[in-house]
Nanobody, 121 residues
Framework: QVRLVESGGGLVQAGGSLRLSCAAS????????MAWYRQAPGKQRELVSL???????NYADSVKGRFTISRDNAKNTVYLQMNSLKPEDTAVYLC???????????????WGQGTQVTVSS
């Protein structure tokens, strides 16, 4: 069993900052890509940012220059530093991790429960 626990969401004014954290725990052999998605009401879930087990990152165009993804492999944790927040960033943010639970098993995706980010104007 793998669990992803998110924290750091909340209500902020436009221009403010939040730092999201997602810690993976359970039967973990290794974690490959970790990512943050978001889903606003009535919209499709979209990829916000991802980070590989190495140093490769990518960002949605809408957050480039404002958000920074990072990870601490020793803690099995991924972070999303969100600066210069805009009302359109309002969404439920979900953590995703591609996890191997054994060296002989293929990795699978796991999801956190989501944390609400609300940006007021």
């Amino acid at each position: 069993q793998v669990r992803l626990v998110e924290s750091g969401g909340g209500l902020v004014q436009a221009g403010g900052s939040l730092r999201l954290s997602c810690a993976a725990s359970g039967s973990i052999f290794s974690i490959n890509v970790m990512a943050w998605y978001r889903q606003a009401p009535g919209k499709q879930r979209e990829l916000v940012s991802l980070i590989s087990s190495g140093t490769i990152t990518n960002y949605a165009d809408s957050v480039k220059g404002r958000f920074t993804i990072s990870r601490d492999n020793a803690k099995n944790t991924v972070y999303l530093q969100m600066n210069s927040l805009k009302p359109e960033d309002t969404a439920v943010y979900l953590c995703n991790a591609n996890v191997r639970t054994s060296s002989w098993l293929s990795p699978k995706d796991y999801w956190g429960q989501g944390t609400q980010v609300t940006v007021s104007s």
